[in-house]
Structures are given as C-alpha cells and as structure tokens.
C-alpha cells in the first residue's frame, strides 16, 4: 500500500469514528481496488493526498496553486490577442461580445470581446488542454480516458454599468447532454490575479451532491448575456465561497457545482481560461422532455446558424467539438 493510500485508510477510519458524514469503514479491496461509497468523486492515482480527496468529496472544488507557468500563460494571452486582432481564423471558434457592449456603441474588437468558446482548434490555445500537469489532476476524477469536450477563455469585461459582465450561479452539467456526471470535471485557471473586484468565481461548496436543477435566464433589470442561465431558485442566503487566485492557480470543479461570477468592478479584462472534460466511457443521453430541453433547444438553434446545417442533434454538437486528450476514445 502507497503511503498516501495508508493516510487515506487511516483518515477515514478516523472520520468514521468522529462524524456521521462517512459511515461505513471501507473493507480493503472496498478501498483500493475499486472506488468505494465514500469516496464517490475521486480516483486514486497516488497524486491526490488523502485531505485533497475529502475536500473535493465534500466540497466538490480543489484549488491548485501555481499549476500552469506564467511563460504558458503568457503565450494563450498573446494568442488570444492575435484572435481578437483577427489575425488568425480558427474553425468553430465562438466569439462572444458582452450584451451590453454589443447592444451599444461600437467598441474596438479586442475590448468588444467577452470570451471565446470551442477553440479546439486553435493549436497554441489547445496547449491548455493537453497541459500533463493539468491532465495528472484531471485523471483523478475522470480516470485515464479523457476527452477534452468544451474549452473556453473567458475575457470578463470592465461591467458597462449594467451588470452584464455577472455570470448567473449555474451547474454546468445543464449544458451537457452527456453522463456519469461524476466523470465530468472543469479546469478553470486564472490567468491574472482574480479577486472579488474583478469578479472571481464564487462557488456553494457541496452542491454537487445535490441533483441538476432546472435553469433559466435571471431576471436582471439590466439584461443577460445569451445563454448564461442561472438555477431557477437561486437562495442567496446559502454559503458561499468567493474563489480569489493569483496567475496559474487552478480550480478543478464537478459539473453539479453551482457557480458563478461576480461583476467586474475595475477598468481591466479579468482573464481565465478552462476546459471541461469527460471520461471517454461517458455516455450521450437524450435530453428531450428533461430539464436541459430548453438549452438544447437554444444550442441547435444557434448550430444550425454556425454550421449552415439544416439540422443537428444536439449530441452532435458536442461529438463534434470534442478531442481525444489521453488513452482511447471509447465512446464519447
Ligand atoms: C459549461 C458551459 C457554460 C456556458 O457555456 S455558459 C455561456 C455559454 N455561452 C455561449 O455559448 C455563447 C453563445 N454565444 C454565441 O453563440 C454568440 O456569441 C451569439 C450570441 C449567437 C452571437 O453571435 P453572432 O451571431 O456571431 O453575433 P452577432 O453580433 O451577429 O449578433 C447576433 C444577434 O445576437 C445578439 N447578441 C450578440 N451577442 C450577444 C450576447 N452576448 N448576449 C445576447 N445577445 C447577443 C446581437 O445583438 C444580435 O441581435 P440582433 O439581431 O441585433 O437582435
Ligand atoms: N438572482 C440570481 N440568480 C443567479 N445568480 C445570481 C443572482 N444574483 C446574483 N447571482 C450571482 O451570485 C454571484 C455573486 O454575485 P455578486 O457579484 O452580485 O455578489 P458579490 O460577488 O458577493 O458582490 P460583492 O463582491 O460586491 O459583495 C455571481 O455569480 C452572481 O452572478
Ligand atoms: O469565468 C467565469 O466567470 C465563469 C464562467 C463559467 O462558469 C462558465 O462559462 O460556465
Ligand atoms: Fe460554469
Ligand atoms: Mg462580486
């Protein structure tokens, strides 16, 4: 036995005997040859230590400090500026101004532009998803399989007076039509110090124990961004956790986490780049009379305008962005 899986062993051993949040004592085998009941989030690859495993348990996010360099970081900047300048053309790539800013004056490109989606294409950007410090992580919660499926760099603009530049508290499973949800896992890294002026993420620490819940646009007076749905019920009295991170921190978070950010109150472009990935063995559902029926509807839409098709199934939406990162690609 590892000396890690020994720490772990006896950490639970002792939560069992202190709290009621882990009740059965795993057997051995329960333990290390399998994922047990206790630990249902998490994979052991000798990389997590036994305190970083329960505290993504239990709180459904892990923060990773300095994990990815200042020189990459440096590098996805300049590639995103090189986009922005309209330089490079990549496929598939979304280009998302902020509502306030589009339904306004016009701004010159590189401030107008609010993030950028699916660059998979684009192969210095992509760099991020392959990154081995971020895959080790990643491992643990997807295991070995792993498809990078939606990659984004999000551009958060100074907020134009309106608080447009909030993002709405969501779980990104609603935009996903594809499952176990235990095997999806988001890497978020800020690419400049993020904090609460600039509009961190702010995360409900353990709500990806809960279910996907039904999502919609917040009624905000001074309108929201095209597609950031936020969870219907939003309790604003349930504690919350304000992320800040310096340059190359990371966060990793499970898809039922629900999240969101605050607005930008300072003139600069708060920066952050992520990708969201599933196991290769994951599987697409069909979403039609569910919860997420209204995303998908949304998503087709706009598919069809992009792609110039005359029909695409939501699912192929996303067997179409998606890229093999490590090992097979099974089924996704
Ligand atoms: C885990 C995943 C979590 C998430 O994915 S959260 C958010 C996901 N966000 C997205 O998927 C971004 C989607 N955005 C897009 O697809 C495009 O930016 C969008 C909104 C279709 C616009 O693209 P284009 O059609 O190329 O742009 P356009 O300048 O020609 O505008 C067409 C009409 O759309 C409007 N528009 C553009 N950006 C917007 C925005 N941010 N919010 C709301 N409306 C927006 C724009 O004003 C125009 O409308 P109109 O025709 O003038 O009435
Ligand atoms: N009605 C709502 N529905 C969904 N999400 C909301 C709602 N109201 C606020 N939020 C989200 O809650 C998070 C925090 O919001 P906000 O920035 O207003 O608070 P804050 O960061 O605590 O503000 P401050 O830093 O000024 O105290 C953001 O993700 C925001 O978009
Ligand atoms: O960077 C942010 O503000 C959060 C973005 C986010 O949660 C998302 O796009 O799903
Ligand atoms: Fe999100
Ligand atoms: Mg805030």
């Known amino acids: 036995m590892s000396r890690a899986a020994e720490r772990l062993r006896l950490m639970i051993n002792h939560l069992d ?26 994979h052991d690859t000798d990389l997590l ?22 020189e990459d970081i440096d590098k996805f ?46 192969p210095e950007l992509f760099r991020y998803c392959n990154l081995p410090q971020i895959l080790n992580y990643v491992e643990c919660f997807t295991g070995p399989n792993i498809m990078a499926m939606h990659t984004m760099l999000i551009n958060k603009p100074p907020d134009a007076g309106k608080k447009t530049s909030r993002h709405p508290m969501h779980q990104d499973l609603h935009y996903f039509p594809f499952r176990p949800a235990d095997s999806i896992v988001c890497a978020w890294t800020a690419m400049e110090k993020v ?23 917040p009624e905000w007076e001074g309108g929201v961004n095209k597609m950031y749905h936020g969870v219907r019920d939003y309790d604003p009295k349930h ?27 300072t003139q600069g472009f708060r920066k952050a780049i992520s990708c969201h990935y599933a196991s290769a063995e994951c599987y697409y559902i069909d979403v039609k009379g569910t919860l997420q029926e209204n995303i998908e509807n949304e998503v087709k839409d706009i598919a069809i305008r992009k792609y110039g098709l005359g029909e695409i199934t939501f699912k192929d939406t996303w067997a179409l962005r998606g890229r093999l990162v490590q090992g097979e690609r099974t089924s996704l």
């Open 77 to 122: 900047r300049m590639a995103f500026e090189r986009i922005c300048r309209q330089e490079v053309k990549v496929p598939g790539l979304v280009v998302m101004r902020d509502v306030a800013i589009v339904k306004s004056e016009f701004v010159a490109d590189e401030k107008a532009v609010s993030k950028l989606q699916d660059f998979q294409e684009d």
């Open 49 to 70: 230590t036994p305190e970083q495993r329960l505290f993504y348990e239990e709180n459904g996010f892990l923060l990773i400090k300095n994990l990815v360099s200042e």
């Open 17 to 42: 005997r202190s709290s009621a949040t882990i009740s059965a004592v795993p057997t051995y085998a329960q333990t290390f040859t399998s994922r047990p009941q206790t630990l249902r989030f998490t």
């Open 239 to 265: 504690p919350r956790v304000h992320l800040e991170m310096e340059k190359g921190d990371t966060v990793f978070f499970h898809p039922l986490l629900i999240h969101g950010s605050g607005m930008n109150k």
């Open 195 to 217: 904090d609460r002026q600039n509009g961190c993420l702010v995360v409900l620490p353990g709500t990806h124990t809960g279910t996907l819940q039904e999502h919609d646009y």
